[in-house]
Structures are given as structure tokens and as C-alpha cells.
């Protein structure tokens, strides 16, 4: 918390996928193959801000401001990585988020 009203929230995530093989299908002549999704690393913070807060109906609102950061690894097919997958993306999101009893609802879009 930076006061009573503001918060910022920051964290920093990885995953890896590991290697499948699937069935046959026609897509792939009948054969079976093996896929991998690409990993995936992301870094997101917030800005936050308790717009409104009712202690009696346990009701609170907040408004909020993320920054978002992705990248995407390529996809693999039979070890071989896939064209058209992968990459990153940079993106701001406002939104607000409402808390009632233990339940939360949030609404934001990305930019």
C-alpha cells in the first residue's frame, strides 16, 4: 500500500509447457505427432485506487490502471518451431473492480 486510498501491485511470471504428443488426425496425414506451446513470460503492475467503500453492505470499489507486459514463445510442432506464433506485446489496461461479500467482479479494456 502506498496510503490508505492507493496501492501498486507488481509481479513478474514464467511458464513453461511441456511436450505432448497427439492422436493422428487428417491435418497431419494420419501420423501422430508432438506439439509445444511456447512459454510464456509476462510482467504486470497496477495502480489502484479505493474509490469507494462501504464496511456495513462489505461493498468496496475500485478504479485501477495496469501496465502489461507479454512475450510469447514460438509454438513447436514435431520439435520443429511454427511460423506465426510467438511474440510480445506491450499494453495499458484501465478498469474497476467491485468486492461484495466474497465475491469480485472486474471490467477493464485493454489499450
Not at 492422436?23 to 505427432?33: I, M, S, V
Not at 479505493?50 to 475500485?62: C, P, S, V
Request: glycine share 10%; aromatic share 14%; proline share 2%.
Amino acid at each position: 500500500m502506498l496510503d490508505e486510498r492507493w496501492t501498486l501491485n507488481f509481479d513478474v511470471s514464467n511458464l513453461w509447457f511441456q511436450e505432448n504428443t497427439y492422436d493422428a488426425d487428417p491435418a497431419h496425414g494420419g501420423e501422430k505427432f508432438t506439439g509445444q506451446f511456447g512459454d510464456e513470460f509476462r510482467v504486470n503492475t497496477a495502480l489502484i485506487y479505493k474509490a469507494y467503500t462501504n464496511a456495513e453492505a462489505r461493498f468496496r470499489l475500485d478504479t485501477l490502471v495496469e501496465l502489461n507486459y507479454l512475450h510469447l514463445g514460438r509454438d513447436k510442432e514435431d520439435g520443429v518451431a511454427e511460423s506465426g506464433t510467438g511474440g510480445e506485446i506491450l499494453y495499458v489496461m484501465p478498469g474497476v473492480r467491485a468486492y461484495w461479500e466474497h465475491v469480485s467482479f472486474a471490467l477493464g479494456v485493454k489499450l
